[in-house]
C-alpha cells in the first residue's frame, strides 16, 4: 500500500486535470490512461493523500478500457508490481516503463 499514484505528463508537465496512470500488459508492459485507456509513456509520481491498496487498483484496471485486458490473476500480477515499483520513487519524479514483456518495472527519467 501506498499513498502515492502516476499520472500522466503532458509537454512536460501535469495538471490538475491530468488522467491517473494504470499499469497494462498490450505484448509489453505499458502504462495507460485510466480514463483513455491509451499508452502514456511518461508520468510523474503524485501524492494523493488516500492510501491506493490492491483492490483499489484492481478495481480501477477493471474499469479502464486499457488495463482490463488480462484476467484477474494476471492483473493482480500487474497491480502488486505497479505498486512495488511506485513507493521507489519520490513524490515529484518522472517514470517511464522500462521495454520488457517479462516484469513491470518503471525508470526514473529527466523530465
Known amino acids: 500500500m501506498t499513498k502515492k499514484a502516476l ?10 486535470r491530468s ?3 494504470l499499469p497494462a500488459l498490450k505484448g509489453t ?10 499508452p502514456i509513456k511518461v ?10 491498496t490492491l483492490k483499489f487498483l ?3 484496471m477493471q474499469t479502464s478500457a486499457g488495463a482490463s ?6 492483473n493482480k500480477k500487474i497491480a502488486r508490481a505497479f505498486l ?13 516503463v522500462v521495454n520488457s514483456s517479462s516484469s513491470f518495472q518503471l525508470a526514473k527519467i529527466k523530465p
Open 7 to 16: 499520472v500522466a505528463v503532458k509537454d512536460g508537465k501535469h495538471s490538475r
Open 19 to 21: 488522467e491517473f496512470v
Open 29 to 38: 508492459y505499458q502504462l495507460v490512461g485510466e480514463r483513455t485507456g491509451q
Open 43 to 52: 508520468a510523474t509520481v503524485v501524492y494523493t493523500g488516500q492510501e491506493i
Open 58 to 60: 484492481l478495481d480501477k
Open 69 to 74: 485486458l488480462r484476467s484477474t490473476r494476471e
Open 84 to 96: 512495488d515499483e511506485i513507493v521507489k520513487f519520490k513524490v515529484g519524479a518522472f517514470v517511464e
